[in-house]
Each structure stands twice: as structure tokens, then as C-alpha cells.
């Protein structure tokens, strides 16, 4: 075991017994290279990542390679996941250095934590024009040894190069129409007609951008957008990407078909999908939107949700072919002999109806599942019986691993999305587990100054600080919670994390976000991207939240960090529209108002007062707050003054300082919310 066994990082966890001689990030582990004046190999990954498997298996479990490493390195090993920012700053650096970027990260640094030489994977002997990660430690060490003060100048000047790099300058002010209209342009002209998405293999979930698509559409009636927001989730729920048997998403597609996923499947991306889809069910009314929905929500409380309420982060890829081998998809693929085991004479149908070829989709003859016809009429009972089968015979397979690490942003996305599909869908359960995760946030990832950690695992808080998009991810659950549940102390949580943003990551002179607090621990540069990766950047993930919050409570401050945050917007989202997606759907909401929706009735179980609520939360406008209760009640500040109609629960419209008449009737108030 080596110091790795004290962490609470599954990944961490998973090289405690490598012979490296690993230290987690931390300040010991430089005091220890200076000490001893040796260089710091750093070593980013994440627990479902297979190339980080890959190169743990062949090089970290060597004992040869551990010994070289252990006599002339201190080994850093660091979970991308729980620590974003180191993750952030040094992968700015190779991606400047290299061009490229990705996981695992190897990047060898000074005793002052300054890069200077930089990679990714490394083969265990040389291949396809690779040097072996041997070859690679040898070449580094001599460098060290034999020409120190030119590598500690290349460091030095690579630090400086970083530190002058300067996030692009925003607007003074939000993008209007003009900018959103360009926006949308933009991405017509990168959308792929014939397969949904944007560019080229590998093809990512565009989540954020499909939200602002269904967003424009709800504020402009733009059909366009719409055609692209159904035509994309129609390809990806009928493609290999979509598990047709348990639901939820893998990663992405490594064709631009969809139909051969890379079958790791995370949380953030099915928090968002489920999300995507349960709007485009609002949007549409479409019964494939309304399945994608209920079965991702589905697949996270039954397949990540952990024994505290919170959610895993991640399933692997990889698992147990049933042979000892640890083979990428191996859970999810069939062979049509696998479907004659199973089904007996209906394996044929199966075979059809989900793709399955005797060449395979896959490897080795295997098939991912698919929905490929597009014509054609099947018995949905007996497709029913199909599928409940071979989901019960997978299940008998050695399952994917799971990384239990709950980390607080990607847990907030999953309050929201369940929160909302159980309210659409009438599936209490549902708001139940949103419910049960936002408790596990304020228990134990809150502290009592407001402050959030970044992970938790087992109940046990992790050690490492809350970044951006842990607070305007977890406020933004806390919102929709709130607006589901009608109650308020959800608002009043997000309202103390939106503090925390306004006072520790907000550049006051030019309202710019930071991705880590002013009083974080500090690195060669402060992070600070706008920009979407797997999930809302942290900067408009927490101008949404501000833009909410403010809605409900009339703040201004709150508006106003909103209104300056989405600068970068104007900026950004008429030149890199897929890149902003969260950010141009911030915007639609500003755009639209947001529309603030206050809900009074004599008491939570009338009726009538149930159905107002569920149309104003049905209603489509973009960043749309509702706040449900009785007149008399504090839960809210939009229900201030409130009363009731004759008697009768009456819902208020109001948008931009104006009021409308208050409505009794759900058909009415739907009218006022299109």
C-alpha cells in the first residue's frame, strides 16, 4: 500500500496498491521534491477512464518501471474529478504546448509545481511514432540532471506564457438579439443534416446546446432550432450511444452515426439528457422524449444512486468478459448466438429490431444495440417481453465498475432534472431522490459558512474545495427544487451559495467569474474558462443560477452579477456557438424576462391549486421561476401580497416589472406562459 490507501477517491483508491510510491496532491508532496531535489511526475486521471486504465496496468503495476520512478521522481497522482483546477491549469498548458489534450495527463513539473514537459498516455514500448513512457522518464531525468538551469528556465517562461494568456474580454453588457440570432446561424451551418449533432466523429452530446435550441424556440418560435434540438435526440435515442435496454447515455460516439459508444456513462451526461429530453417532451409532446426521459431518470436512481441519497459519478467502461479480462463494453454488446441463448425463437426479431448483424457493429462479431428501423411495424408487447429478458439476462453479467465519489456540481444537475421530470410525469419517486441528494448536499458537503466541498463518498466529506460549478450547479437544483416542491428553504439554500459567488469568485471591477475562490489554494495560474465541457461551464452555470435567483427574490445585485457574467456571452456566442450552449441559454432567459410565476391556493393538497402549479411549471418560456403557496405563506418572496380570486387559487404572471391579471383557470395561465 502506498500513501494513496488514506484517500477517498475511487480512483485514487485504485492505485493504493501500485508499487509507485504515489502522494496525492498535496504540499508535502513538493516539500518532498525540494528536499531531495528531484522532479514531480503528475499523473491526472479518472476512475472511468479506460487509457487510464490501460496505462496504470502497463506501467504503474511494473515493478521495473516503479522502481525508476520511485528513485528519481516524487509521484503525484491527482482525480481530475476531485480536483478540476489542477486539472484546468496544467491541461491549458499541454493543449499550448502540444496542441492536444486528454486523459490520462502526464505532465512533469519542478518543486515549484512549474511544467515543463507534457504528454498524455505513453505505450510501454515504442509504437506509432510514440516514445515508450520508459524512454520517456529516462529522457526527463537526464534533462534534470545534466541541463537543470535550462529546464528551469523553459518552466519559468512556460508560467509567464500562462500567466499572460488572458481570458478572452467580455461585453459590457449581455447579448440581445442580434447575438442569439448569430448564435443560431452559426450553428446551422456545423449541424449534420443527415445524423443529428454537430461536427464530425467523435460526436459528443451537444446537452447545453440543445437547450438553447428548445429555449430559442420557446421565446422566437423558430422552427429550425426545434427541427434540430428533435432530430438530434431522435438520432442519438435510436443510436448505440443510448443503452436500449437500461437506459441512460454512454460518454460519446466514436463514429458520426451514433452508433458505437465510448461505453463509460457519467453522471453529468445523463443529469443533462434526461433534462434535454424531458423539455423536448414540453416542447413537443413526443412519446420518444417522454421513454428517453423516465428511463435515464430511471437508470440514476437505480444505477447510481448511493446508500446516503447522493449519486455516483460514473460507470466504467470497461468489465469482466466473463473470461477474466477486463474488455471495453463487454457488458453492454450481444452476438445474435447470445440473443438464440436468451430469446430462442424470437431471438430473429430482437436481432432486427435492435441491429444485430452476424458481422457485428462492434468487435469481434458483437453488436451494440440499436434502434435502426425507421419503417415497419413490431408487436409492442412482445418487444416488451424482448427487452425485459435480455436486460434481465445482461444483468447477470459481471457489472461495469462504479465510481461512488458523489461530487456536489454533477449531483446538483441531477436534483434538477429529476425534480423536473417527476413533476412533469407525476412520478413522486423521482422528487423523492432529488430530494434525498439535495439533503445529502446541505448535510454534509455544506459547511456552516456556506462554504461547499467538492466530493463526498461513503457520507464522508472529501478534502478539497468547492469550485464555480459546484455552486451554480447545486444553486441551479436548489431552484427547480424549489419550484417543484414549493418549498422555500431550497430558494434559501441557493441563495447562500449565490452569496459565496458574488463574494469569492467574482472579479468586482469587471464582473467576470473565476473558477476558484479568492482565497483557494493557489496554483501557477487561477483558472477561469467560460467555455462548456462535458457540462455548463461553472461562469454561466452560475449566471443562470444568479439570473433565477433573482427572479424570485426582485435582487438586484443578483441580476446585475447575472447581466455582467453574460458579457462573455456576447462575446463568445455569435464565433464559438457550440461551445457557449449554456451561456446562449442564460441569455434566452434574460431575453424573455425570466417570467416569474407565483401559484396561491388554500393548501397544498387542493386540487385545483395542483393544477395550476403543474401548468406553470409546464410552461415552456425560457428560465421560467414558479413559486407555489398559500397567500398568507413566507416561503417565497413572489407570493408576497398574493391572494386569492374569489375564493378560488389564482396564478400571477409577472416579466419585467409588469403584472398581468391573475388566472383561475390552467388553460389561461398555459396562454400567458407560450
Not at 437505480?302 to 463487454?330: C, I, K, M, P
Not at 452560475?542 to 441580476?559: D, F, M, V
Amino acid at each position: 500500500m502506498n500513501r494513496l490507501a488514506h484517500e477517498t477517491s475511487p480512483y485514487l483508491l485504485q492505485h493504493a496498491d501500485n508499487p509507485v510510491d504515489w502522494w496525492p496532491w498535496s504540499a508535502e508532496a513538493f516539500a518532498e521534491a525540494r528536499r531531495t531535489n528531484r522532479p514531480v511526475l503528475l499523473s491526472v486521471g479518472y476512475s472511468s477512464c479506460h487509457w487510464c486504465h490501460v496505462m496504470a496496468h502497463e506501467s504503474f503495476e511494473d515493478q521495473a518501471t516503479a522502481d525508476y520512478l520511485n528513485e528519481h521522481f516524487v509521484s503525484v497522482k491527482v482525480d481530475r474529478e476531485e480536483r478540476p483546477d489542477v486539472d484546468a491549469v496544467y491541461m491549458e498548458a499541454v493543449q499550448a504546448a502540444t496542441g492536444h489534450g486528454g486523459w490520462p495527463m502526464t505532465v512533469f513539473l519542478t518543486p515549484d509545481a512549474e511544467p515543463f514537459y507534457f504528454g498524455t498516455y505513453y505505450p510501454p514500448a515504442p509504437r506509432h511514432g510514440m516514445p515508450s513512457f520508459r524512454q520517456v522518464l529516462e529522457g526527463v531525468q537526464q534533462a534534470w540532471t545534466t541541463r537543470h538551469d535550462e529546464v528551469s528556465e523553459v518552466a519559468g517562461k512556460i508560467v509567464r506564457d500562462l500567466a499572460q494568456r488572458e481570458i478572452v474580454r467580455q461585453a459590457a453588457e449581455a447579448p440581445g438579439e442580434q447575438e442569439l440570432a448569430q448564435a443560431l446561424l452559426g450553428l446551422t451551418r456545423e449541424y449534420d443534416p443527415q445524423r443529428g449533432g454537430f461536427g464530425g466523429a467523435p460526436k459528443f452530446p451537444p446537452s447545453m446546446v440543445l437547450e438553447f435550441l428548445l429555449r430559442h424556440h420557446a421565446r422566437t418560435g423558430a422552427e429550425g432550432a426545434l427541427q434540430m434540438a428533435v432530430d438530434t435526440c431522435e438520432r442519438m435515442a435510436r443510436g448505440g450511444i443510448y443503452d436500449q435496454l437500461g437506459g441512460g447515455f454512454a460518454r460519446y460516439s466514436v463514429d458520426r452515426d451514433w452508433i458505437v459508444p465510448h461505453f463509460e456513462k457519467m453522471l453529468y451526461d445523463n443529469a443533462l439528457l434526461c433534462r434535454v429530453y424531458a423539455h423536448l417532451w414540453r416542447a413537443t409532446g413526443s412519446d420518444l422524449a417522454r421513454r428517453v426521459a423516465l428511463e435515464t431518470a430511471d437508470f440514476l436512481v437505480r444505477e447510481l444512486r448511493t446508500a446516503e441519497g447522493g449519486f455516483a459519478s460514473a460507470l466504467d467502461a470497461d468489465s469482466d468478459d466473463g473470461t477474466g479480462r477486463h474488455v471495453e463494453g463487454a457488458y453492454y454488446v450481444w452476438t445474435p448466438a447470445q440473443l438464440r441463448d436468451v430469446l430462442g425463437d424470437d431471438a430473429e426479431l430482437a436481432a432486427q429490431y435492435f441491429g444485430v448483424t452476424e458481422e457485428g457493429t462492434f468487435e469481434h462479431g458483437q453488436s451494440v444495440l440499436r434502434l435502426p428501423q425507421t419503417e415497419g411495424v413490431f408487436d409492442a408487447e412482445k418487444i416488451a417481453s424482448v427487452r425485459r429478458r435480455l436486460f434481465d439476462a445482461r444483468a447477470r453479467r459481471p457489472a461495469p465498475g462504479r465510481d461512488d465519489k458523489v461530487v456536489a456540481a454533477w449531483n446538483g444537475l441531477a436534483v434538477a432534472a429529476l425534480a423536473e421530470t417527476g413533476a412533469y410525469f407525476g412520478r413522486p419517486d423521482l422528487v423523492e431522490a432529488a430530494l434525498g441528494a439535495a439533503d445529502l448536499l446541505v448535510r454534509v458537503h455544506l459547511d456552516e459558512h456556506a462554504r461547499l466541498a467538492r466530493t463526498s463518498k461513503d457520507g464522508r466529506v472529501g478534502p478539497n474545495a468547492g469550485v464555480l460549478e459546484d455552486y451554480g450547479d447545486v444553486a441551479e437544483g436548489f431552484l427547480a427544487l424549489a419550484s417543484v416542491t414549493g418549498e422555500g428553504v431550497w430558494l434559501d439554500f441557493a441563495g447562500l451559495l449565490l452569496d459565496q459567488v458574488l463574494a469569492r469568485f467574482t472579479d468586482p471591477a469587471t464582473g467576470a467569474l473565476f473558477d476558484t475562490a479568492s482565497d483557494a489554494e493557489r496554483l501557477i495560474r487561477r483558472p477561469q474558462d467560460p467555455t462548456d465541457n462535458a457540462a455548463p461551464s461553472g461562469w454561466t452555470a452560475a449566471a443562470g443560477a444568479l439570473l433565477g435567483y433573482a427572479a424570485h427574490t426582485g435582487s438586484e445585485a443578483h441580476r446585475v452579477a447575472a447581466e455582467r457574467a453574460l458579457g462573455v456571452v456576447k462575446t463568445l456566442g455569435p464565433r464559438v456557438p457550440r461551445f457557449i450552449g449554456w451561456g446562449l441559454a442564460v441569455a434566452e432567459a434574460l431575453l424573455d424576462g425570466p417570467r416569474e410565476v407565483a401559484v396561491v391556493g388554500p393548501g397544498p393538497d387542493d386540487e385545483r391549486t395542483a393544477a395550476l402549479h403543474r401548468t406553470a411549471l409546464l410552461g415552456a418560456a425560457p428560465g421560467a421561476v414558479v413559486a407555489c403557496g398559500t397567500p398568507d405563506g413566507d416561503e417565497f418572496p413572489l407570493l408576497a401580497g398574493r391572494t386569492l380570486i374569489d375564493g378560488a387559487p389564482a396564478a400571477y404572471v409577472c416579466r419585467g416589472f409588469v403584472c398581468d391579471l391573475p388566472v383561475t383557470d390552467p388553460e389561461a395561465l398555459r396562454a400567458r406562459l407560450a
